[in-house]
Every structure is written in structure tokens, then in C-alpha cells.
């Protein structure tokens, strides 16, 4: 199984900062990946796929980057609402896997 | 609008079964993948299954393989998911999720959850 490694765990940053979370694959995935936003008791949100597509609805402060192994997620200036936990998910090869997620505090 | 509603979900034994269910609403449920996918209590996402729109192909996570059975019904706009030989780590909250119009990869809609407990 493909292993996705997010980095940080856990990030702490306030209203208006540039937020970078990243994520590793274990292996080559190209640019099959995607990104959730999950708040407490919610469910996760899609935010990007392919990389660096934006969902419908998407704040455009949100985008992604990346090929390969190597993978960011951006937010470019961080708005209170933007308090949740980040998911990465490698859409390459089944079974599909999912980052242990970064959580996002806003300061 | 789409809505996607589990249900299903209860406390079962170690050895035991149990049948989630998701019913769509909001978009035309014969075209689209559908994926199941749980979390456990205080911790990430672990992807499950994926039915395809026509249910000519499943796919499932290895930890399931051989005791979960993923199924859906056009005309109930439900899917299921049949889980036997349950263990205590398959505790976790269960989620249905649509797959994008342009690609089953990626998933855009999700239910609520149902949980799932497995304790003696």
C-alpha cells in the first residue's frame, strides 16, 4: 500500500498568515491526489483533486501543488473558519489511503 | 442537493454482522461511484470500498477483503455495506461518499456517518 506522510501534525498560525502543509507519498503517485477539510464532528469537505484542482465552492485562497511524491497544500491567507483538520488522499492505485491529517489552530 | 444518508450502524460482538446502508438523494444515483469510508474514534481517515456506477467493479481495502460486501440498488438509490467476522478495528465511524462526475477517484459529497461499535 502507497503511504502518505502529512507534515506537520499539527500548526498554529493566525487570521491573514500564508499556512503550507505537506505531504509525502511513499511512492510515485503523479498527480493523483486530493485534499479534505474535516471539522469536528463534520464530515471532510473536498477541497482539491488532481492536485491542484479546486472543488467547486472553494475559497480561491486555497490551492495545491506538487507531482510525484511531494505535495502541498496552501492557504494563502488564513481566515478564522479555516480552523479544521487537513486530509491528503493518494487517488493513484486502490486501496486508496489517506494522510494522518495536520490539524490547523488558528492563534 | 445532494444528500447522502447512512444508516445501520450499532453495537455488535466480536464474530459478529452488521449492514450499513446509504440512500442518495440529489443527483442521478446510476452514474456515479460511490465509496465507503470510516474513521476510527480519534483518528484519521482509512478508506474502505468503492462500488463503480454500473457495479461492474469493486474494490476494497485489504483489512476488509473477504468480510465486508459492498452492493448498491439503482432503484432504491442505496448503497450497502455488508460486514461480517467484525472485530474490535473495525470500530469507527462510517461514512458513504459520492465519487466526482469526472473521475471515481476523488469523493465530493459525504453522509454524516453512522457508527459502528464492535465490543463484547
Known amino acids: 500500500d502507497i503511504q502518505m506522510t502529512q507534515s506537520p501534525s499539527f500548526v498554529s498560525a493566525s487570521v491573514g498568515d500564508r499556512v503550507t502543509i505537506t505531504c509525502q507519498a511513499s511512492?510515485?503517485?503523479?498527480?493523483?491526489l486530493a485534499w479534505y477539510q474535516q471539522k469536528p464532528g463534520k464530515a471532510p469537505f473536498l477541497l482539491i483533486y488532481?492536485?491542484?484542482n479546486l472543488q467547486s465552492g472553494v475559497p480561491a485562497r486555497f490551492s495545491g501543488s506538487g507531482s510525484g511524491t511531494q505535495f502541498t497544500l496552501t492557504i494563502s491567507s488564513l481566515q478564522p473558519e479555516d480552523s479544521a483538520k487537513y486530509f491528503c488522499q493518494q487517488a493513484h492505485s486502490f486501496p486508496y489511503t489517506f494522510g494522518q491529517g495536520t490539524q490547523l489552530e488558528i492563534k | 442537493q445532494v444528500h447522502l444518508v447512512e444508516s445501520g450502524g450499532g453495537v455488535a460482538p466480536p464474530g459478529g454482522s452488521l449492514t450499513l446502508s446509504c440512500t442518495a438523494s440529489?443527483?442521478?444515483?446510476?452514474?456515479?461511484?460511490m465509496h465507503w469510508v470510516r474513521q476510527p474514534p480519534g483518528k484519521g481517515l482509512e478508506w474502505v470500498s468503492v462500488i463503480l456506477y454500473d457495479a461492474s467493479k469493486i474494490f476494497y481495502t485489504d483489512a476488509v477483503k473477504g468480510r465486508f460486501t459492498m452492493s448498491r440498488d439503482v432503484s432504491k438509490e442505496t448503497i450497502y455495506l455488508q460486514m461480517d467476522s467484525l472485530s474490535p478495528d473495525d470500530t469507527a465511524v462510517y461514512f458513504c461518499?459520492?465519487?466526482?462526475?469526472?473521475?471515481?477517484?476523488?469523493?465530493?459529497?459525504w453522509g454524516q456517518g453512522t457508527p459502528v461499535t464492535v465490543s463484547s
Open positions: 440529489g443527483f442521478i444515483f446510476s452514474t456515479y461511484a
Open positions: 488532481l492536485t491542484s
Open positions: 511512492q510515485g503517485i503523479g498527480s493523483w
Open positions: 461518499a459520492r465519487a466526482t462526475s469526472s473521475s471515481p477517484r476523488y469523493l465530493d459529497y
